[in-house]
């Protein structure tokens, strides 16, 4: 056990790094300790069991919530959170690692929400649309996929929600990343710029600061941020606007970092999975709810959920398919569907709706 220093005692520069590499050894011993622990589960669980056998979202979630309730400093919430969530990516991948599909190509948003999320020791996988996703884990060729579903500053991803209508996946996950947008190029400066690629909703998310640095510039949309950068790429006259991770995939200098126009830029995703999970002690419930055509059909909706005490946190309307002028909700709320009071919530529910369906009750995000 490395030596505790009374803060009032200024070591020398040697004696500081010979303290430090102790705890290096210490860390080391203590990581490997729990690996060896993750293997005993997986003996203990029997053989022939496939990663996502071993895969508790429940209980990381707990683990993690208890790594930030305990930090005391001086590393972040944020910092923290990633080193054991990559410890305990390692650890799992011993026994398989999890199959994780993505809406790529390499270097989106989404591939670094599944790093976020899963840690690195997973295949991710990525795929050319929303719909493969789904289809790749309706199919088991993933354990999971992680897709988009709304941004902080641009709205929902009207796309995510509609695969809902008739999927048999659930919602088993989401992840909060905060999005830093880059302006990306082979360019030296703005100057040589003309044409400008990127996702719609990441041009949206930066238009106040092209109207001011680059004006004359066209903004051509693309499939996906990854996709902005393989084109500017080729191209002196271009730049692209993406995550770091696509700067470095596609060889690209940064021009000018953090172009988003709000500083508070979040993007939030879904994982999905093909079964629920027990509860987290801090989790939220996704629900899709049809409403019959006659006065006041929102209120009763509604209703069941302000009777049990049930905290709603989103809402979001579509337009139901088949049915003119008629639409769904896509409602989140707090707590987990096998609580006493979302139940109890549901079967009111049940008699008032046209359709109620559990998307998914899973951990709220934690950073």
Same mark, same amino acid.
């Given at each position: ?6 803060? *009032? /005692? ?79 990516? @390692? ?15 390499e ?13 690195h ?16 884990? $309706? ?18 991803? +009207? ?14 996950? $989401?992840? $909060? ?11 030296? *400066? ?28 066209? %903004? ?29 995939v ?9 172009i ?10 879904? /994982?999905?999975?093909r ?7 801090? *989790? ?12 006041? @059909? ?9 009777? +049990?005490?049930?905290?709603?946190? %989103? ?10 002028w ?21 079967n ?8 109620l ?11």
């Amino acid at each position: 056990m490395a030596k505790k220093t009374d803060p *009032d /005692v200024r070591l020398s520069l040697p004696d500081l790094r010979q303290r430090i590499d102790a705890v290096d050894r210490q860390i080391q011993e203590l990581i490997a300790e729990r690996a060896g622990y993750a293997r005993q589960v997986g003996v203990a669980k029997g053989p022939l069991k496939a990663a996502i056998d071993y895969y508790k979202p429940e209980r990381e979630a707990q683990v993690l919530r208890g790594v930030v309730d305990r930090n005391q400093g001086p590393l972040s919430n944020e910092e923290l959170h990633r080193v054991f969530r990559e410890i305990m990516s @390692a650890c799992l991948a011993q026994q398989n690692p999890l199959k994780i599909a993505y809406l790529g190509p390499e270097g989106t948003f989404s591939q670094t929400a599944v790093q976020k999320h899963f840690g690195h020791s997973v295949i991710a996988i990525p795929m050319a649309s929303i719909e493969e996703v789904f289809a790749e884990v $309706e199919s088991s060729d993933a354990d999971f996929g992680v897709v988009p579903v709304e941004n902080s500053t641009e709205g929902a991803v +009207h796309h995510t929600f509609d695969m809902f209508y008739t999927t048999p996946l659930k919602i088993c996950g $989401e992840i $909060e990343l905060r999005v830093h947008q880059n302006l990306m190029s082979r360019a030296t *400066d703005l100057a040589h710029i003309e044409r400008v690629y990127s996702h719609a909703q990441s041009l949206a998310q930066c238009k106040g600061w092209l109207r001011r640095h680059l004006p004359k510039a066209e %903004r051509i949309p693309v499939s996906s941020n990854a996709e902005a950068a393989r084109r500017a790429r080729n191209a002196d006259d271009a730049a692209a606007i993406a995550g770091l991770a696509a700067a470095q995939v596609y060889g690209l200098k940064i021009l000018a970092p953090n172009i988003e126009d709000r500083p508070d830029n979040t993007t939030r995703f879904f /994982v999905l999975g093909r079964e629920l999970f027990p509860p987290s002690g801090h *989790d939220k419930t996704s629900l899709l709810l049809a409403v019959k055509d006659q006065p006041g @059909a929102l209120y009763s909706l509604l209703t069941p959920l302000a009777k +049990h005490g049930i905290s709603m946190t %989103r809402i979001e309307s579509r337009p139901a398919r088949g049915a003119k002028w008629e639409y769904v909700f896509f409602v989140d709320v707090e707590g987990h569907v096998d609580s006493g009071a979302l139940k109890a919530a549901l079967n009111d529910l049940g008699p008032v709706a046209a359709q109620l369906k559990v998307l998914g009750a899973y951990p709220a995000a934690i950073v």
